[in-house]
């Protein structure tokens, strides 16, 4: 029911920023806690940062943590990622979720979510 659609990836160099959205195609987005993964080649998709539904509530990966951050505009029906200082480790393919259920609490399992988007690739050269 919840459609997700993620932009703004790209290649950068080691050091620099990106700014990723997550656009919803859903009225009631604001009641939905969401969250960014990612899964770069060979490994599992792991989790980057979430928000809870009202936005008062955010997670971070200890790997993220002081770099990225996470928010949301539930006016825009959109949730972005705000990447500062990226690293080469940092390269992978970026999702956008949401959670199963409305008015649910920011998790960092991916479990908890539901409804997924396609995808953007982040590159980061050294």
């Known amino acids: 029911q919840v459609q997700l659609a993620e932009s703004g990836g790209g290649l950068v160099q080691a050091g620099g920023s990106l700014r990723l959205s997550c656009a919803a195609s859903?009225?009631?987005?604001?009641?939905?806690?969401m969250g960014w993964f990612r899964q770069a080649p060979g490994k599992e998709r792991e989790f980057v940062a979430s928000i809870s539904w009202g936005g008062g509530t955010t997670y971070y990966a200890d790997s993220v943590k002081g770099r990225f951050t996470i928010s949301r505009d539930n006016a825009k029906n959109t949730v972005s990622l705000q990447m500062n200082s990226l690293k080469p480790e940092d390269t992978a393919i970026y999702y956008c979720?949401?959670?199963?259920?409305?008015?649910?609490?920011?998790?960092?399992?991916?479990?908890?979510?539901?409804?997924w988007g396609q995808g953007t690739q982040v590159t980061v050269s050294s």
């Open positions: 979720a949401a959670e199963k259920g409305v008015y649910r609490p920011a998790t960092t399992s991916i479990y908890d979510y539901e409804y």
């Open positions: 859903e009225r009631t987005f604001s009641r939905f806690a």
